[in-house]
Structure formats: structure tokens, C-alpha cells
């Protein structure tokens, strides 16, 4: 990542929606078409996943292993729900890919093609951030200004800003102050440290 601020010597403080509610890793993204069916009864809706996630080749104990994966993220972000085998909406902002089992990157089971190549990618107007290096691992995506959304992940990864050139994505401490401002889109960091990054805006 560019050069960044010591968090100490920044005095921005976020100025928009409380943290609070902002825990909650956000998106209001209508489901794709091609989703799993949502279901008012947990159970058949879950079924659906299962079946979504069979018919892209996962077998039984990958289907398990994706299921708990997304079960853990739900577990710790209020307000999230699950609207494909990999994929959670959050309640307020963006929405949080998971990577298939056997596969680095993660992608929209709706997306048209269905293909990595097709589907991988942070979507213009957006700001994408990766668990892992080089936009790999789980993906976060992100278009609500003023919304500070968590970041759950330590270690390296990396961002996108797929903004116009006027737009900033803000990264926060643990304190909720901003330590550090992308530049305008496009931009993009392939080797960025989460460890000091608690919340992320993108703008």
C-alpha cells in the first residue's frame, strides 16, 4: 500500500453513520436471478445452497466445508444474510464473496458466463477488498459512502479502488480513526496489511 499516515497524527474522526451499526459487514444488492432461491423456511433455504453448490462440482464435504465457512461469517456480522452457496448480503452497503473450495479467487454465481474469468473482479463504482494478496481469498465489495464497514482479516492482502478519480476509499484503526486515504479510482494495492485496519469506506 502507498505510503500510509501514522494513525497517531491523523484527527479525522468519522463524521457519518455510528459504527455501531456499521459492524455489520454491509450490502443491499438484490440477489442475483441464478441464486439459490430464498426461502422463508432456514431449512429449505439452506437446501437450495447445498444444491446450488453441488451443481458447480462441489461434492458433499466441500458443500459442508462452504457452508460452515459462511456460517462462521454470519455468526459475527449482524444483520448479514445469505443469498448464494458463497455469497452474504450486508445490511448496509456491500456484500462479501467466498472463495469455492479448490479455487484462489473468489466469484458471483450469478455472474453471467459463471466462469473465474468472467466473474472475478472488482465491478466499476465499487471498492473490493481481499483477505489475500493479489485479489485473492474471500472478497468484500463495497459502495456505500460514509458507511464504515468491518474488516475481519489480518495479515496481507489487498484492495481495489474501482471508483471515479474523485472518490476515496478510508481505512480506520481500531480507535475509528482514519489512518489512512486511498487515492482516487482507479487505484489498488496487491500487498496491503490488514493488521491495523479495522473499518473500511469507500468514500
Not at 486515504?181 to 490488514?194: I, K, V
Request: hydrophobic share 40%; with cysteine; net charge neutral.
Amino acid at each position: 500500500m502507498m505510503e500510509r499516515l501514522h494513525v497517531g497524527s491523523m484527527k479525522k474522526r468519522l463524521l457519518a453513520a455510528p459504527f455501531a451499526v456499521a459492524a455489520a459487514l454491509a450490502v443491499c444488492v438484490a440477489p442475483a436471478a441464478s441464486a439459490a432461491p430464498a426461502a422463508t423456511d432456514p431449512g429449505a433455504a439452506r437446501a437450495g445452497f447445498s444444491a446450488q453448490a453441488r451443481s458447480l462440482g462441489l461434492d458433499s464435504s466441500q458443500a459442508e466445508s462452504l457452508q460452515a465457512r459462511v456460517d462462521g461469517y454470519l455468526a459475527k456480522t449482524p444483520g448479514a444474510s445469505q443469498v448464494a452457496a458463497n455469497k452474504i448480503n450486508l445490511s448496509g452497503g456491500g456484500e462479501l464473496l467466498l472463495t469455492l473450495p479448490g479455487e484462489e479467487r473468489a466469484r458471483d454465481l450469478g455472474a453471467a458466463g459463471n466462469s473465474p474469468a468472467l466473474s472475478a473482479g472488482c465491478p466499476y463504482t465499487y471498492v473490493c477488498a481481499y483477505s489475500g494478496e493479489n485479489f485473492t481469498g474471500e472478497e468484500l465489495r463495497l459502495f456505500t459512502c460514509n458507511y464504515p464497514v468491518s474488516i475481519g482479516w489480518s495479515g496481507t492482502g489487498s484492495w481495489i479502488n474501482n471508483q471515479r478519480s474523485t472518490l476515496y476509499a478510508r481505512f480506520y484503526d481500531r480507535d475509528h480513526n482514519v489512518g489512512w486515504t486511498s487515492p482516487g479510482g482507479y487505484s489498488e494495492d496487491r500487498h496491503a496489511p490488514w493488521g491495523w485496519v479495522y473499518w473500511l469506506s469507500p468514500c
